[in-house]
C-alpha cells in the first residue's frame, strides 16, 4: 500500500518577494505541492506582505496550485477576489466570518476546495456543523501574522489540537485533510503528522532555512516526512 500523501505548501512569504519569478521556479525544481499564499489586511493583523496584483501576476507565471489564506475582517470580497484570479485552495478564518457556511458554499460553487482556519486558541467545537462541509482545516499553531517575532514558540497544544481533530475527523467517516501552519519546523513535522497532520504550510524553520540551499533543505525535509509517516503507521 502506498503512503499517505503529505503535501508540502511552501509560504510565499517567505520566498524572495524581490525575486518571485525565479523563487517559483526554484520550487517548482524542487518538487513542492502548491503555494501557499497568505492575503493579510493589516486589520487581522498587523502585516500586508503581498498584495492581489501580485497574485494576479503570479498567476500567469506558474502552474503549482494556489493555496490562499486569507486573514481579513472582510472575506467575502477577499475570496471574490481569488476566485476570479483562479486558485484551487482558499481558507478564511472563522474568528471573523459571520456565516461561514455561507462562504464555503460560495467558494465550493466555484470547484475549489473550501477550508477554514481557526486561531491557535480557538476550539474546534466551533467546527461542529461546518466539518462534513469542508475539504480542509487550517490549524494555526502560532499566532497569525506574527511569524516576524522569531521568540515566539509553536503553542505547547498543537500536537493535541491536530490529534482531536483528527479523531473528530474520522469519527464523522469525513475526508478532510489537516493543514497546520506556524513553526513547522524540522523538529515538529514528525509529530505533526504522527498527530495526523498532512497538508504542511511551510516557512523559515521547515524549508527557508538560511545557510544551506533549497534543495538540501527539501532533502532533509522529505527525511522528517517519512519520519513522521512511519510513526504514524501510514495511518492518515
Excluded at 196 to 204: E, K, Q
Aim: aromatic share 6%; net charge negative; hydrophobic share 45%.
Amino acid at each position: 500500500m502506498a503512503a499517505p500523501k503529505i503535501v508540502l505548501s511552501p509560504s510565499l512569504m517567505c520566498a524572495d518577494l524581490l525575486n518571485l519569478s525565479d523563487a517559483v521556479k526554484a520550487l517548482e525544481e524542487i518538487g513542492v505541492d502548491a503555494l501557499h499564499i497568505d492575503l493579510i489586511d493589516s486589520a487581522f493583523s498587523p502585516s500586508m506582505p503581498l498584495g492581489l496584483e501580485t497574485i494576479k501576476q503570479l498567476r500567469r507565471a506558474t502552474n503549482l496550485p494556489f493555496d490562499i489564506h486569507i486573514m481579513s475582517m472582510n472575506n467575502e470580497w477577499f475570496i471574490q477576489q481569488v476566485l476570479e484570479i483562479g486558485v484551487q485552495r482558499v481558507s478564511f478564518h472563522y474568528e471573523t466570518s459571520l456565516h461561514p457556511d455561507r462562504l464555503v458554499n460560495l467558494i465550493k460553487k466555484h470547484n475549489v476546495e473550501a477550508g477554514v482556519a481557526l486561531n491557535p486558541a480557538t476550539s474546534l467545537t466551533s467546527l461542529d456543523y461546518l466539518l462534513p462541509s469542508l475539504d480542509y482545516v487550517l490549524l494555526m499553531l502560532i499566532n497569525p501574522g506574527f511569524a516576524g517575532d522569531k521568540n515566539e514558540t509553536q503553542v505547547p497544544y498543537a500536537i493535541e489540537k491536530v490529534r482531536n481533530l483528527r479523531e473528530k475527523i474520522c469519527g464523522l467517516d469525513a475526508s478532510v485533510a489537516i493543514q497546520v501552519d506556524g513553526r513547522v519546523s524540522f523538529a515538529s513535522i514528525p509529530g505533526l503528522i504522527a498527530a495526523g497532520a498532512n497538508n504542511l504550510v511551510l516557512g523559515s524553520t521547515g524549508l527557508f532555512i538560511k545557510g544551506a540551499t533549497l534543495a538540501n533543505n527539501k532533502t532533509q525535509l522529505d527525511r522528517y516526512v517519512r519520519e513522521g509517516l512511519a510513526q504514524s503507521g501510514g495511518q492518515q
